[in-house]
């Protein structure tokens, strides 16, 4: 019996140690996103910093610089024009989303036709919401969550009829607003800083390496956020073991 209960605990750990590499390094099952993580050279602008590890293609990474782009045929331009400091940090969002091959660890079944999965809780990097929230303040929005309820009868997404445009600043009144509830809980807003190894960066120096990869290494093997399935593949291996004894 004893050498029955090793074994279970050899492929209870052998499961686990799978199941943290399974989130490292991959892309999500989205509408635009690669199958596989790889090099893209010909990234364009903000987008070039995953150019040598990349969920994206050059395509994609044009696209989410366009106004009204073909990606989602998004208008950030609802309330009147975007200041171009905030629409900085808009594209840089969509660079990290598209682009990124390290965010397994919060990536989450979604409920929408165009994806099957999301991300949900990245932990955003204090210095990436707040200087995202400083450029944005005094933009104009109608909504708080982007992500769901607008106007779509045009082909665009534009104000709800019950709906008033207002500065950013009223709407989300802190940075962690801004960053938690515009994509519906895509991020959360957290108080480490860049180069702790702690939170995921919007921005970062390629020629530095890309310091994400170490931070989704640290929560997969520390089982944070991580995907629910491979925990239920653990929970399940004892009872699927001892009925064969």
């Known amino acids: 019996m004893a050498v029955w209960w090793a074994v279970l605990g050899l492929l209870a750990a052998c499961v ?29 602008g903000q987008c070039a910093l995953w150019k040598d590890n990349a969920c994206c293609t050059a395509e994609t990474s044009t696209g989410a610089h366009q106004d009204q782009s073909y990606l989602y045929n998004f208008n950030w331009n609802h309330c009147g024009v975007m200041p171009e400091m905030c629409k900085r940090h808009f594209i840089q969002d969509t660079c990290l989303y ?15 036709s165009w994806r099957r999965e999301r991300i949900l809780n990245v932990p955003l990097c204090k210095e990436d919401c707040e200087l995202w929230w400083e450029a944005c303040k005094d933009a104009v929005t109608c909504k708080e969550n982007w992500h769901k309820g607008w106007n779509w009868t045009s082909g665009t997404n534009r104000c709800p009829h019950s709906s008033t445009c207002q500065l950013f600043k009223y709407i989300f009144p802190r940075p962690a607003d ?68």
């Not at 809980?185 to 108080?191: A, G, I, M, R």
């Open 16 to 44: 686990a140690s799978a199941a943290k590499e399974s989130v490292l390094n991959v892309c999500m099952d989205a509408k635009h996103h690669k199958t596989k993580p790889g090099p893209e050279g010909a990234l364009h």
């Open 98 to 112: 598209e682009c990124s091959p390290n965010l397994g660890p919060w990536i989450d079944q979604a409920d929408n």
């Open 178 to 245: 801004l960053c938690e509830k515009i994509w519906s809980n895509s991020y959360k807003y957290t108080t480490e800083h860049w180069g702790s190894g702690r939170c995921i960066q919007m921005w970062f120096d390629p020629a530095n390496g890309n310091p994400n990869v170490a931070v989704a290494k640290y929560y997969a093997q520390n089982g944070r956020d991580a995907s629910p399935a491979p925990r239920a593949v653990l929970l399940l291996l004892p009872a699927a073991l001892r009925s064969l004894l």
